[in-house]
């Protein structure tokens, strides 16, 4: 793999590559000799071990022959099938002014695999531009060759998602009496747990508030009960909680859909009925002191996250 730059070469920068520097003591000679590549000996970048190629009059395989090519070898035993993915950058010195220019343009990821252990540029700096001495970068035929690898990070994520229908979907509700209403002194209150499918959920509620409901409303939330979700797994549910209505045989309330997962365990309504409409008694929600709370599960899909 290569790339051709046509010996254009970037605003030079002052210090150094972080990883590998090549120093040629006499460049001229290493043209004329039977040293069409040479290999530097093993670096270390991150976890991995490298060696830094060059062809003082090119690669001519690869159209480079009048330029310099410069290529970055992957020296280890790749351990898993997925790429190692680098950004790659070589430079050379400008003696004159002591900076190290390299390649114009944007960064690009290089991949390396079994079957692509070598990347680089085919055409770095043509040999004209290169040996002119009063371009700094080749003086007393001497030289400085150098390069960086900027590891990217692999993290490779799967997530699955699987989707029902609605019609076949598992579903499961559970009907909470509560008794005594308004002797309820702790802040909130679980129900007895229900299952959908292979989850156990409950409804918790908080009887004088809580959040933006807080001494204003009862907050009303389904629940699931985290022991029964697989680890990495998401849930996508569509809810219904309702206040039943003890009078008049309907009901109040409001349908939702939400991802449940390990950080979001619960998920409902803060003002949920505001405490007047609650205890007006014509409304019949609050009837002896009692109301009743439904929750209605379907559990639409789940997703599986992977990395």
Known sequence: MG??????LSQGRDYPPEHFTLRIESFSLMVKSSIHEYVSDQFQVGDYTWKLHIHPNGKKEKGGEGYISLYLELVDTFKSGWPINAVIKFFVLNQINNKYYTTPGPDSVV????LSKLSGIDKFIDLPTFELSSNGYLVDNKCVFGTEVLLVKQDPKLEVLILQDEDSCLTGSYIWKIKSFSSLSLDSYDSE???????????SLYPRGNSVGKNNSI????????????????????????????????KFGFTDYHYFNAMSLSWGYPKFMAFDELQYPKN??????CCSVEAHVTVLGMINTAS
């Open 219 to 250: 907050s009303v939330y389904l629940c699931l009960d985290e022991s029964t979700l697989p680890n990495n797994t998401k849930i996508y549910v569509k809810y219904r909680i309702h206040l039943l209505n003890n009078v008049k045989l309907n």
């Open 284 to 289: 019949g929600f609050l009837v002896d002191d």
């Open 193 to 203: 747990k229900f299952t959908c499918g292979d989850f156990k959920w409950n409804i």
């Open 3 to 8: 790339s051709n730059f046509q010996g254009q």
């Open 111 to 114: 991949s390396f695999h079994p």
